[in-house]
């Protein structure tokens, strides 16, 4: 008999998660992959029962904007082996949250490169602005999104960033036992 009873903390059990997921996809850490990144997750989310047209493609859209940040300000697209990771899951019931995971803070930069939304600017410097309109996007379209490093750390910063994205449909549901792929 063990003096000290061990329960299983919650994140840590042995069961697998209740959340219905899919299989992560990994892509190179390049903005031609965008295409596949897209024609991946459209695919995926076609499998679902009940998700407009229209919400799929918005998350299509964010999804590539959010790939195009990955590849454009962190290591995914400056190392030649970078890599970008793309989850999916259904947090609660209706909702549906995408994510992309990047390699990690740019080793050729002194600035921080961690997602932000662009400060104001004049109607002129929208309009000349050739960039700076993915998270505003982003902001838009999601129910919900954040950042947060892969491993929350402090001896761990620059090893990664979660961009992730929520969308909520009531009417969403899945058919079978599955739910196009993923694991109950």
């Known amino acids: 008999m063990p003096i000290v009873p061990h329960t299983h903390a919650p994140n840590h059990s042995i069961t697998p998660p209740a959340v219905p997921r899919w299989e992560c996809r990994v892509y190179p850490g ?18 679902m029962t009940g998700l407009p047209v229209e919400a799929r493609e918005e998350m299509v859209l964010c999804l590539s904007e959010m790939f195009a940040n990955a590849c454009e300000h ?22 549906v949250r995408v994510s992309i995971i990047d390699d990690g803070t740019r080793t050729n930069t002194t600035s921080d490169s961690s997602p932000k ?21 982003l902001g838009r379209l999601a129910t919900r999104w954040g950042v947060r490093p892969v491993l929350d750390f402090p001896f761990c910063a620059g090893l990664g960033t979660v961009i992730w994205a929520e969308f909520t449909h009531p009417a969403l549901a899945c058919g079978g036992d599955t739910c196009g792929g993923a694991a109950r």
């Open 117 to 137: 939304v662009p400060r104001r600017r004049t109607r002129k410097g929208w309009d000349q602005a050739e960039r700076g309109r993915g998270l505003l996007l």
């Open 30 to 47: 390049q903005l031609t992959q965008i295409r596949q990144v897209r024609a991946d997750l459209a695919v995926d989310l076609g499998r």
């Open 74 to 95: 962190s290591r995914s697209g400056q190392d030649p082996d970078g890599r970008v990771v793309r989850t999916l899951e259904l947090p609660r019931p209706g909702t």
